[in-house]
């Protein structure tokens, strides 16, 4: 069965570094796009999510990046602003159009595999821009996902590859709802009846269920908890919402990443997730619920289709 493609008019492009675990991920979104993100988990890293709060003026993001390289990859976003100027893409001002790049990243510097002194920069996050098209983006082990991973209970050395994932569905009013993820978690990522799609593995390389592990107490030696994870997220649509539904529809979609990552929003964990709207806004609440219930489930699928796919790409 085909996934339904992004809305019309939003491109996603990766750039994956060569020889090292690392990349970014540009959405860049038809002009006027209104957005919403929700920040949680304890050690979030973002750049330019304040301007799309409900209490700021502007009304529209002009990309999103997801970045590997921590707060390093975070200078990515400056190649954004720069493709999307020379594009005349941004935010109207008395003195000309100013792109707005709100950013979120993955902490990836110790992924081994690779060069792990590469960060993704300016350069990097141009190439994204210049790679993006529409339609059913690219998944599995590539842009900002290169150097993911999940279940890291026990240590990097015991956890299981994370990727990026795509889910997306029509409702029955024809809207389009698609999401992208990034997964990067603490915790295990579970599949739609609960059960274990990666967990840490023991020392006979059989899954574990980190949440069961934590309730027992076991502290293994020499393994702290992964201090160092996010799960990522981004909900596009063609449903007509305002700023401030999109934020809302980003905090009731965080509820997919609670369906599908257990432990989840833990102190290690920096999960964000945004909201994109392209349609005429509506005041009708009952169309924000809707989204708001279908983006859920299409984040839980996104992060559930990223770490089937980690490996691949």
């Known amino acids: 069965m085909s996934v339904p493609a992004p809305p019309a008019g939003f491109a996603i492009g990766h750039w994956t570094a060569s020889g090292a675990p690392t990349g970014c991920t540009v959405i860049l979104p038809p002009s006027g796009t209104r957005a919403g993100v929700d920040?949680?988990?304890?050690?979030?890293?973002?750049?330019?999510?304040?301007?799309?709060?409900?209490?700021?003026?502007?009304?529209?993001?002009?990309?999103?990046?997801?970045?590997?390289?921590?707060?390093?990859?975070?200078?990515?976003?400056?190649?954004?602003?720069?493709?999307?100027?020379?594009?005349?893409?941004?935010?109207?001002?008395?003195?000309?159009?100013?792109?707005?790049?709100?950013?979120?990243?993955?902490?990836?510097?110790?992924?081994?595999?690779?060069?792990?002194?590469?960060?993704?920069?300016?350069?990097?996050?141009?190439?994204?821009?210049?790679?993006?098209?529409?339609?059913?983006p690219e998944r599995g082990s590539v842009g900002a996902a290169r150097g993911a991973a999940v279940a890291k209970a026990l240590g990097r050395e015991a956890a299981a590859p994370g990727g990026i994932g795509y889910a997306a569905?029509?409702?029955?009013?024809?809207?389009?709802?698609?999401?992208?993820?990034?997964?990067?978690?603490?915790?295990?990522?579970?599949?739609?009846?609960?059960?274990?799609?990666?967990?840490?593995?023991?020392?006979?390389?059989?899954?574990?269920?980190?949440?069961?592990?934590?309730?027992?107490?076991?502290?293994p030696p020499g393994a702290p908890p992964e201090r160092e994870s996010t799960t990522l997220a981004c909900v596009m649509t063609d449903a007509g919402l305002d700023k401030l539904a999109c934020a809302k529809v980003a905090r009731m979609a965080s509820a997919g990443v609670a369906r599908a990552v257990d432990p989840v929003f833990t102190p290690f964990d920096g999960d964000v997730v945004f909201c994109l709207s392209d349609g005429a806004p509506r005041q009708d609440p009952w169309q924000l619920i809707r989204i708001g219930a279908v983006a859920a489930s299409l984040v839980a699928a996104a992060i559930r289709d990223g770490v089937e796919r980690a490996g691949s790409g």
């Open 169 to 219: 569905a029509t409702t029955g009013a024809g809207e389009t709802v698609a999401a992208l993820a990034v997964v990067n978690a603490t915790g295990d990522v579970l599949g739609p009846g609960g059960e274990l799609l990666a967990g840490p593995r023991g020392d006979d390389g059989e899954m574990l269920r980190s949440a069961e592990m934590f309730a027992a107490g076991v502290e």
């Open 39 to 136: 920040v949680r988990g304890g050690g979030p890293g973002t750049r330019e999510t304040d301007v799309i709060d409900p209490l700021a003026n502007p009304q529209e993001a002009t990309a999103v990046l997801f970045t590997g390289g921590s707060a390093h990859g975070l200078a990515a976003a400056d190649g954004v602003v720069r493709w999307c100027e020379e594009q005349g893409r941004g935010y109207a001002t008395p003195a000309g159009l100013v792109p707005l790049v709100p950013a979120a990243v993955i902490y990836d510097l110790n992924a081994g595999g690779g060069d792990t002194s590469v960060r993704p920069g300016p350069e990097a996050g141009y190439a994204a821009c210049e790679a993006a098209r529409e339609g059913v």
